[in-house]
């Protein structure tokens, strides 16, 4: 319910009540700007929220502190934004990316984060009070598009539960609360700092360990490089299997299809595989024999279409027959890539068959 | 060679007959249409009665499948023989498709 008002509170709700079509305008272009640019930057966001403030909450501010206001210019939060990030860092991110965007009110910004003695813990988020530059909108027919200042807040998921949370019991609360209460709840935003910054140090982290594989991987220091399937996605970026895949393909001019690798990881770590290096070693090591196990089968075909696959899958079946797993192994690697199946046997015997003419397996029995 | 097509408990299922080769291709991959609308419905491909296959039966499976995935539908080959399978498995393309 809108509480009665003076004269000047109720010309200031009036103003609000004239302006509110251009503040929807802004409210779309600011949201749809922040969005493209946000999206461009590569910045995860958990979302955008926005506001036009609603009139009985505005005619209550305006109860308290009407008279501080000359006119409803100098009421900054009428058109309010938030951008809620994953991590804190992003929050600086954002920041830095407001500043270059938007023309900031900087007597009346603030950060919240920095308003906290080094002992108490609370309310966390970056407040900036803006306006929309001409490079964003420019309009002669609505000139105050310019100059209407707006309230833009950044804050990271878990600063937006806490102060929600907050928002929610401190203002349903018709009693006042116990400090003990208080206490809680400031020890509540102590704990969500601590793990906001274990969310960005883990990203940090994470990152610094891609960067590392992929420098191990460009430099050839394999061994260091542990298989795992971030490891594996690096090591495949350098297309270990385009040149055994091209050796066969040349048999029957054939075209090669393009598929996923990435399902033989269970099997190489299933053959004893630890690092890349083991599987540079076992490309250098079974490359020939594996051409000649694919090439048995495919040369006495027209077929002209292979499987990005082929190579890799004839370095495996090949490794496991030179080690003497036979048929149980051949058939535990077309278990784990074709799941457990009665037809599995058949390829297996056909695949013992080929191999049986090849150079590597006649040998020692002439 | 011969197709039919089918709808049966929710699956659209295609029946393959004969020898499919570069010749037939053409008409089977016409043939082939009613499996592109496939949204709510997993794919039957039933060799049961198919005796062979050529790389260009291979390419329309393949078709089949790359559509199929892009709109959520598994594909599933049903009855193949041991040749077939072979043929399958010695172009690597015995992992990209489900089997019945």
């Known amino acids: 319910m809108i509480p009665l008002l003076n004269q000047h509170c109720e010309d200031l709700l009036e103003q609000f009540r004239q302006k509110r079509g251009l503040l929807q305008r802004m409210e779309q272009v600011v949201a749809d700007y922040l969005h493209t640019i946000l999206s461009q930057q590569g910045i995860p ?17 305006l109860e308290l502190k009407g008279a501080k206001y000359q006119t409803s210019n100098d009421i900054t939060d009428l058109l309010g934004i938030r951008i809620i990030t994953f ?17 900031i009110d900087w007597d009346n910004s603030v950060d919240k984060r920095k308003m906290h003695q080094l002992n108490s813990f609370g309310y966390n988020s970056l407040h900036y009070i803006c306006r929309l ?18 309230e833009l807040q ?30 809680q709840f400031s020890r509540l935003a102590g704990m969500l700092e601590l793990i906001d910054d274990e969310f960005s140090r883990l990203r940090t982290k994470m990152a610094e360990y891609s960067r590392q594989v992929q420098i191990l991987v460009a430099s050839g220091q394999l ?3 542990p298989l795992n399937l971030k490891t594996f996605y690096s090591y495949l970026e350098l297309r270990p299997f385009d040149r055994l895949n091209g050796r066969i393909a040349a048999v029957n001019q054939a075209e090669i299809f393009p598929t996923s690798l990435v399902p033989f990881l269970p099997v190489l770590e299933d053959m004893g595989f630890e690092t890349l290096g083991d599987i540079e070693r076992f490309i250098a090591e079974d490359s020939d024999d594996a051409y000649q196990l694919a090439v048995a089968g495919l040369a006495v075909t027209d077929l002209d279409i292979i499987a990005e696959n ?23 690697i077309l278990d784990i890539l074709n799941g457990k199946r009665e037809s599995n046997q058949a390829i297996a015997q056909n695949i013992i068959k080929q191999a049986s003419l090849l150079a590597c397996f006649t040998k020692g029995s002439q | 060679m011969k197709t039919r097509f089918q709808e049966e408990n929710n699956d659209y299922v295609m029946y393959f007959e004969g020898r499919l080769d570069t010749a037939v291709s053409p008409v089977v991959e016409k043939e082939l249409q009613p499996l592109h609308e496939c949204e709510g419905h997993d794919i039957i491909l039933d060799c049961t009665k198919l005796e ?19 709109k959520g539908s598994k594909v599933f080959i049903k009855g193949i023989n041991d040749d077939i399978r072979n043929v399958f498995a010695m172009t690597g393309f015995i992992n990209l498709f489900l089997f019945k």
């Open chain 1, 154 to 183: 950044m804050r990271t998921a878990l600063q937006h539960v806490w102060s929600s949370i907050e928002h929610d019991i401190g203002y349903k609360g018709v009693v006042h609360l116990p400090s003990e209460y208080k206490r």
């Open chain 1, 310 to 332: 082929i190579g890799l899958q004839s370095l495996c079946f090949i490794h496991v027959l030179k080690n003497g797993g036979g048929l149980p192994a051949l058939i535990r």
């Open chain 1, 45 to 61: 966001i958990v979302g955008i929220e926005h506001r036009i403030k609603e009139e009985e909450s505005l005619a209550r501010k």
């Open chain 1, 87 to 103: 991590y804190t860092n992003d929050v600086d991110k954002v920041a830095a990316i407001v500043k270059h965007e938007f023309r």
């Open chain 1, 223 to 225: 061994d260091e490089v």
């Open chain 2, 52 to 70: 062979y296959i050529s790389s260009s039966g291979l390419r329309l499976f393949l078709g089949v499948l790359k559509n199929a995935k892009a």
């Open chain 1, 133 to 150: 530059p001409k490079t964003i909108i420019d309009d002669p027919a609505a000139p105050e598009l310019n100059t209407i200042r707006f």
